[in-house]
């Protein structure tokens, strides 16, 4: 897959999801927004009784006590009854438009009559009828019929005194002023600066929400899983083809790996075909050494193709015994050293630690030991220094190759351990490999009850340590 495509995929699928999420995000939004108006609906409803229980009480008070005047009961029953009179004659004869005037004002006497008996039109002190715990019980138990749990601060504003005569709002005052549910006293007083009942929730965003936590949740959760599997599905993806890049470079170092071995096997084989070569036995010698050395070389590489399918299918079977460090990395440093010197350089070995028995498998810590000389050889250009140092570090052994190389970058060092991958070298274009080593030797390192960490700095060189485990703490 080209990397045109992959990106318009990822383009595609990016803007599916932010729209998902905003199609989402949107109809919470508009929960939430049909929430808080049911939600105000309920409290118009509640306070709207509570109201109206208040001029009830009011007007019940007013009938109880105008009820103990016989006078305002004997006047108003004879009213009552004189009415009741006028009306039945009127409405019995046939012609009553000259009474209707008389009937009007026998009704409208009536109606004051029965105003004075409940108090209408008399000036009341609302401090006097109001009391601020009855108001309280009040509001709760309307709010408590609604299903209205929320808290809330209330009070009492006179718009004749111009302020507030009952104040319970506590640290709200002001935004009580601004935002608070406003409801009328009294208002069948019709008066012209009625009081006003207000009412205030300080924590009703945060009550909806805990209403609707349950659809928020889902809503939520659905949003971040489609979130994780997008991240999940673009590293893939992207890990895919980084695959596919590493598999092909892969495939064309090792064939120029091959190629080179074959190509040099061939020409001596070619040579040693000559009459003239063969009777030159110094000659034919060279030819035969030749085809040794590229035989070998070819061994080394099938070698480590094997190391590398045997790291992909975890077969990787130890046979530990007690092995002496020092004399591996001895044996190592024999082997590897004329390619070091080539170059004009050196190895120094340090060992500083008493105790070099370790518990390891003798040819794949051989392995991992060539692999990081080699390394330090491959990665410094120009006469390189490589410093092999050995110490107790506790209960483990540590050894140190440390060269004075190219150095790895902070962002490189995180990935020298992936399979496959390689170090970019910038214009250094002779450094072979296949981006096997230090992923074989962080494995094995590992299944040796081990670790193995790197320090480096670009153009200053690397440093790599391994830690194995001493026989007893095994």
Known sequence: MNKGLINFIIGIVSVVILSLTAVQLYWVRNAVSVERLNFENKVNEAVSNVVYELEKARTLGNLNDNINSTTVITRFIKSMDSINNLLYNEMNRRDYSDNIGSLIRKSLIASELLDEMVGAGKSYDPEDLLDEKILDSLLVKEFHKKGILADFVFGVYSSSRNKMIIDKSGDFGPRMMKKSFVFTLYPGDNKQLPDYLMIYFPYETRYLLRQMDLIIFISLALILIILMVFIYVIRLILWQRRLSELKNDFINNMTHEIKTPISTISLACEALGDEEVRKNQPLSENYISVITDENKRL???????????????????????????????????????????????????????????????????????????????????????????????????????????????????????????????????????????????KTIIEQHGGKVTVESELNKGSKFSVYLPYPSTI
């Open 299 to 441: 061994g080394g590489i099938a070698e480590k193709i094997l190391q590398a399918a045997t790291l992909e299918n975890g077969d990787i079977k130890l046979k530990k015994e007690k092995i002496d460090a020092h004399q591996i990395i001895d044996h190592v440093i024999n082997t590897i050293g004329i390619h070091v010197e080539v170059k004009d350089g050196r190895i120094i070995k340090d060992y500083r630690a008493s105790k070099s028995m370790i518990y390891a498998d003798r040819m794949h810590f051989t392995s991992v030991i060539t692999n990081l000389i080699d390394n330090a050889n491959k990665y410094t250009p120009k006469k390189p220094e490589i410093r092999i140092t050995t110490e107790n570090a506790g209960k483990y052994m540590k050894i140190v190759v440390e060269d004075n190389g190219i150095g790895i970058s902070k962002e490189n060092q995180k990935k020298i351990f992936d399979k496959l991958y390689r170090v970019p070298t910038g214009n250094i274009h002779n450094v072979k490999g296949f981006g096997l080593g230090l992923s074989y030797v």
